[in-house]
């Protein structure tokens, strides 16, 4: 949900506990123009999974209208290890630029300020 935001880009890193989950596959939905192949990342090693995309048309070569919507962003597909209670979550550190962000339009900056900004995401 961009809220009142029009939003360029979005890198997304969730940490799972690895030795209960495991990710099959992790899937764009294409609400952006690119979804780069790079940004698709899934690392059971580390219990982590990355999807990014960015309003981008590669067949034009510019920028697509930002984001301005609700929508659904990706999908991760888990494998269960362990039949146990566990946690997915975003990781997520003010100001870091490798882990989940999101880039306003016009700007060009991080408006995510706080994990709570997350608000309204679906982790089932």
Do not use: H, M
């Not at 709570?116 to 982790?123: D, N, P, R, Y």
């Amino acid at each position: 949900n961009s809220q009142v935001n029009k939003i360029a880009a979005v890198d997304t890193v969730i940490r799972f506990n690895k030795d209960i989950l495991e990710v099959v596959d992790v899937a764009p939905f294409n609400i952006f123009s690119t979804y780069p192949d790079a940004s698709r990342v899934i690392d059971n090693r580390n219990g982590l999974v990355f999807l990014s995309a960015v309003n981008y048309d590669r067949t034009t070569q510019s920028f697509s209208p930002p984001f301005e919507n609700i929508g659904i962003f990706g999908r991760i597909t888990f494998q269960v290890k362990q039949s146990l209670p566990t946690n997915i979550d975003f990781v997520y550190g003010q100001g870091a630029q490798d882990e989940t962000n999101i880039i306003e339009g016009q700007t060009g900056t991080d408006i995510l300020f706080d994990k709570s900004q997350l608000v309204g995401t679906a982790i089932n």
